[in-house]
């Protein structure tokens, strides 16, 4: 992470902890796996149920697909993918990547997403 960063983090009181020894900051190694591991883990944003929901609904779908029928079609490709992104890397993994050629006569590769076996309910 960028120091800026850190110390906007540090003036929000959110990050890792830290240990400040004079004009020094420090992070413990400890905090910084844990707080990690806590980002990794926590699908708890604004969205991911819906992600969830709607691929538990239609089995497998492009990113495309997903931001039409998620989040009010409002988000960017960008800010899907970013969603989508922390879904796959949550431990456990909520969805997984699948490349899969569309047309057989095609080269063209297309991303498909769906619901890991773990996670369905």
């Known amino acids: 992470m960028s120091i800026k960063t850190l110390q906007r983090w540090r003036m929000q009181q959110t990050g890792p902890e830290y240990l400040k020894l004079g004009k020094q900051v420090r992070y413990p190694l400890e905090a910084v796996a844990e707080y990690e591991n806590q980002t990794r883990t926590n699908v708890s944003f604004k969205g991911a149920q819906e992600i969830l929901l709607y691929l538990e609904q239609a089995g497998q779908a492009t990113i495309e ?3 039409g029928a ?3 079609g409002k ?9 989508i992104y922390r879904l796959t890397r949550a431990t456990p993994p909520k969805i997984k ?3 899969v050629c569309l047309d057989p006569d095609s080269t063209v ?5 769906s619901i890991c076996q773990d996670y369905e309910q």
């Open 97 to 99: 990547a699948s490349l």
């Open 65 to 67: 697909q997903i931001q």
């Open 75 to 83: 988000k960017s490709l960008n800010q899907i993918h970013t969603h």
């Open 109 to 113: 590769m297309t991303t498909l997403y």
């Open 70 to 72: 998620c989040l009010g």
